[in-house]
């Protein structure tokens, strides 16, 4: 691939792929910072990406493992005694609520059809519009938010149906 194949073809994407850093990070320096990385791969594997069919999809999953990657290797605040005098217990409670809520929402999702997991996904966690979602899958929009409203409206049942088996 030529730099004018690569600037045709992937640099089109990159406020796709900055989007999706920025809703997974959380904060645009660390998501700028990712996303040059991920240029920076994709310019390196740039004779490899010819054989790719969907190349907006390969650079969205391809920001979206780098940003997980970055969130499993942040570490941990330091257990010393005054790190936790800063922390109060709402923080700890929220945090812990936070965590629980996730775990549930992951497990839940195990659950769901494979096409609404996907969909769920990249609106979720992917920050893409139903369009660009459309788009990326093929599918048709209205197909997509009907894929969405069934995926949500599952989790919803799922929680109340594990909310009452708990009381």
């Given amino acids: 691939m030529t730099t004018a194949e690569f600037k045709a073809k992937i640099l089109p994407h990159y406020k796709s792929v900055y989007r999706v850093a920025v809703t997974l990070m959380g904060n645009s320096q660390e998501a700028a910072d990712i996303v040059q990385d991920v240029m920076l791969r994709l310019w390196d594997r740039r004779n490899g990406l010819v054989n790719v069919e969907n190349i907006r999809m ?3 999953n391809m920001t979206r493992n780098a940003c997980l990657n970055a969130l499993r290797s942040k570490k941990a605040p330091s257990d010393t005694g005054l790190s936790q005098d800063l922390v109060s217990d709402e923080d700890i409670h929220k945090e812990l609520e936070w965590r629980e809520a ?6 839940v999702m195990e659950y769901l059809p494979k ?6 996904r990249l609106s ?6 139903n ?3 459309a788009e990326l899958t093929g599918i048709s929009q209205g197909n997509v938010r009907v894929l969405l409203s069934r995926a949500r409206a599952r989790i919803k049942e799922l929680y109340k149906k594990t909310l009452y088996d708990n009381e």
């Fill in 58 to 60: 390969y650079c969205v």
């Fill in 102 to 107: 996730s775990e549930f929402i992951n497990m």
């Fill in 115 to 120: 096409t609404q997991k996907n969909v769920l």
């Fill in 124 to 129: 979720a966690f992917g920050g893409l519009s």
């Fill in 131 to 133: 369009a660009e979602i």
